[in-house]
């Protein structure tokens, strides 16, 4: 995007003043002349698509195509000229200080915006003001904080909201809202440099209303209300942006938010308010992904939950047996069974899934509780299970299966 390098930083009434940023305002003197959207938007969509793209040279057939695709039109020239007439009145008509002044031009089969008369645009001097603060950042942090303030604060919301829809508007929407909070970002950094806590504070309140949804700054002005031993007014707003953005995007804080709570939290505190930390002390921090293996206590706690689950969303578990023995159905010596035991529990924890559990019964047998599979499914998972030992064990210690759905309550077979 290119500016007219100086920006008007004092705009009088004496010129076309034209608020894109948040809302869409045309002024000359005291007349709003927008208040005539309603009556000719076609013309102000005409209008928003020149001012957006002021610095280029625009062919009649690209306007129409661009605004009002949907008709055909065997003249564009022609079907344009009208159109134009009609916005330069507008612009022109009663107000004195645009009666002189074209805006539009026309020159080699193309129209443009007239970049070199009276106007005021936001945009234009908010780019410049942002550059200029940018470059000033290092050398002069003092003049760059007043230059890109006020940059920030022409900043009033996206550009020509009311065009959300217009496919020609989204890449200059986008390209204002990142030198936003690029400058915002960089502005928060000089305040920080000169420990002026509260400004920041300010400035990222002001860009909440804005962007909600932006974690720097929600990181910066936590930190600088910690800075402040503002710790109650943190933490509410810290248990209000990490429910916010868990119900709104479906994400949890993140590690940067998670050091800012331990820095929230008192030292001999012991009620623990985020349901995140909670989560994560419940959790394995060894979980590697494989197969749930517990002891046989967990496991009958485990299988009641499975059964009550079942009960309730008809979803079939089951629940397998896996049993080392000798080809004579005998338990094997106590070296062959611990060396296929290892083994066999190496690879149940390697080859099954994350939710499925197992649990040593006893020193020959193991059992597998194995939720949301068919009987044929469940029984290829046997089958991969058997061959798969059979081919890697080094002894002579057998793999025997059985597999059955958990029984209905009322011939629940009861596990000891």
């Known amino acids: 995007m290119n500016s007219r390098l100086q920006p008007n930083l004092n705009p009088n009434n004496e010129r076309l003043k034209i608020f894109t940023l948040g809302r869409f305002l045309v002024?000359?003197?005291?007349?709003?002349?927008?208040?005539?959207?309603?009556?000719?938007?076609?013309?102000?969509?005409?209008?928003?698509y020149l001012i957006t793209y002021r610095d280029k040279d625009i062919l009649p057939e690209v306007i129409l195509e661009t605004l009002w695709h949907e008709q055909e039109y065997s003249d564009p020239k022609r079907a344009l000229r009208t159109p134009?007439?009609?916005?330069?009145?507008?612009?022109?008509?009663?107000?004195?200080?645009?009666?002189?002044?074209?805006?539009?031009?026309?020159?080699?089969?193309?129209?443009?915006?007239?970049?070199?008369?009276?106007?005021?645009?936001?945009?234009?001097?908010?780019?410049?003001?942002?550059?200029?603060?940018?470059?000033?950042?290092?050398?002069?942090?003092?003049?760059?904080v007043v230059i890109l303030r006020s940059a920030v604060s022409l900043y009033k919301g996206e550009y020509l909201p009311e065009c959300s829809y217009h496919e020609w508007v989204s890449a200059v929407r986008n390209y204002y809202r990142r030198i936003y909070l690029q400058s915002a970002l960089l502005l928060i950094k000089l305040l920080k440099e000169m420990g002026r806590h509260p400004e920041i504070i300010e400035l990222c309140e002001s860009v909440f209303l804005i962007e909600p949804f932006e974690e720097d700054f929600h990181l910066n002005f936590l930190w600088a209300l910690l800075a402040e031993e503002k710790k109650k007014e943190a933490r509410t707003h810290y248990e209000y942006v990490t429910s916010l953005f868990y119900r709104e995007l479906g994400v949890k804080p993140s590690a940067s938010m998670r050091e800012i709570y331990r820095s929230l939290k008192n030292e001999n505190e012991t009620v623990e308010l985020?349901?995140?930390?909670?989560?994560?002390?419940?959790?394995?921090?060894?979980?590697?992904?494989?197969?749930?293996?517990?002891?046989?206590?967990?496991?009958?706690?485990?299988?009641?939950?499975?059964?009550?689950?079942?009960?309730?969303?008809?979803?079939?578990?089951?629940l397998c047996l896996l049993?080392?023995?000798?080809?004579?159905?005998?338990?094997?010596?106590?070296?062959?069974?611990?060396?296929?035991?290892?083994?066999?529990?190496?690879?149940?924890?390697?080859?099954?899934?994350?939710?499925?559990?197992?649990?040593?019964?006893?020193?020959?047998?193991?059992?597998?509780?194995?939720?949301?599979?068919s009987l044929e499914q469940g029984e290829k998972v046997m089958q991969r299970i058997t061959h798969e030992y059979s081919r890697k064990s080094p002894t002579d210690v057998k793999l025997y299966n059985k597999l059955q759905p958990l029984l209905p309550l009322a011939t629940q077979l009861r596990i000891y």
């Open 274 to 318: 985020d349901l995140t930390v909670i989560q994560e002390s419940l959790a394995d921090r060894q979980d590697s992904g494989s197969a749930f293996f517990c002891d046989r206590d967990i496991f009958r706690y485990l299988y009641k939950i499975e059964r009550r689950r079942m009960e309730r969303s008809g979803q079939v578990v089951f």
């Open 27 to 48: 002024r000359c003197g005291e007349n709003s002349l927008s208040e005539q959207a309603n009556r000719s938007y076609r013309l102000w969509d005409l209008f928003k």
């Open 84 to 144: 134009i007439y009609r916005l330069r009145q507008i612009l022109s008509e009663g107000n004195d200080c645009c009666a002189n002044s074209s805006f539009i031009t026309f020159s080699q089969g193309c129209y443009k915006w007239d970049t070199s008369t009276n106007y005021w645009l936001d945009v234009e001097e908010f780019e410049v003001l942002c550059n200029e603060g940018n470059l000033l950042a290092e050398k002069n942090p003092d003049e760059a």
């Open 323 to 373: 049993t080392l023995a000798t080809a004579e159905y005998m338990t094997p010596h106590q070296r062959q069974l611990k060396e296929a035991a290892d083994m066999l529990t190496d690879q149940l924890l390697n080859s099954l899934r994350k939710g499925d559990i197992v649990t040593r019964w006893n020193d020959s047998q193991f059992l597998l509780l194995l939720p949301g599979l």
